[in-house]
């Protein structure tokens, strides 16, 4: 089973394996469970690790918001507003641990991790998430982009093209 395997990114009680993680991805995360806390859901959704990923941009995010000529901070906000519920009853605790993710995050992050091992690195990058985010199958983020004529096609080509020009 994949999950008591100790080539899957989460740990047997779990939480995430932090040895399967950069720096810089551990923080995306860690601000995707305040994000999921502050727009008020009781899981961390694919929405918040995108919205992760636009609150602490590393170099590779700060490129992919280049060629897609997007102010992050102003999308962050968009993204935040988009998907902020309604106050919920009592005050939620979350933690990056497999109970508090949704399935498709869940999905992600062993892609990315998937992604990370098939490029010869140990550890999960931020361009990783984003690029398995972005090529996931019914991602809402792709969708979010597709309606207003931005394919998840093009997202992903400059994404990669951005991480191409990070890792020089």
Known sequence: MAESSKDDIFAANGLLR???LTGPAAEVLRESLRLAHDTN???VRSPHIFMGLLAVPDEGVHFWGERLGA???KLLTQFQELFHQEDTEGEQ???LNREFLSDNVLRLLREAYTRALE???RSVTPMDLLI???TASNSI???CFERIGVTAAK???MAVIAEQRAGK
Do not use: I, M
Request: glycine content about 0%.
């Open 119 to 121: 490029n010869r690195r």
């Open 141 to 143: 983020v792709a969708e």
């Open 93 to 95: 605790l979350l933690v």
């Open 155 to 157: 997202l992903t080509e």
């Open 132 to 134: 398995t985010l972005l």
């Open 71 to 73: 102010d992050l901070n």
């Open 41 to 43: 859901w009781d899981s």
């Open 18 to 20: 932090q040895e399967c």
